[in-house]
Nanobody, 118 residues
Framework: VQLQASGGGLVQPGGSLRLSCAAS????????MGWYCQAPGKQRELVAR???????IYADSAKGRFTISRDNAENTVLLQMNSLKPEDTAVYYC?????????????WGQGTLVTVSS
């Protein structure tokens, strides 16, 4: 599985950004896709995830502001981020989980930088 992320950038507080992650390869094995973020000096943490069944989970910090969705036809997962705050500044990584032969694998896209600043 290969993941191609895009959509980061500089935005003012209160603004919006949309991140996109396109999957290719053995996509039939993917059980969930999501986004993680990693701020300087901090560990990578989950922002949002959507399963192949459509179930969504969000970090508490993302609830009510971020929405994760998927376009099955394009094998793409989107993260709509609204009401952005300076503390959302981080490198965002796309993640895919796959299940092959009973073994779970994690795949990562390249990070995309989101900077929230006035």
């Amino acid at each position: 599985v290969q993941l191609q992320a895009s959509g980061g950038g500089l935005v003012q507080p209160g603004g919006s950004l949309r991140l996109s992650c396109a999957a290719s390869g053995t996509i039939s094995s993917i059980t969930a896709m999501g986004w993680y973020c990693q701020a300087p000096g901090k560990q990578r943490e989950l922002v949002a995830r959507i399963t192949s069944g459509g179930n969504r989970i969000y970090a508490d910090s993302a609830k009510g502001r971020f929405t994760i969705s998927r376009d099955n036809a394009e094998n793409t997962v989107l993260l709509q981020m609204n009401s952005l705050k300076p503390e959302d500044t981080a490198v965002y990584y796309c993640n895919a989980k796959s299940l092959v032969g009973g073994r779970q694998n994690d795949y990562w896209g390249q990070g995309t930088l989101v900077t929230v600043s006035s």
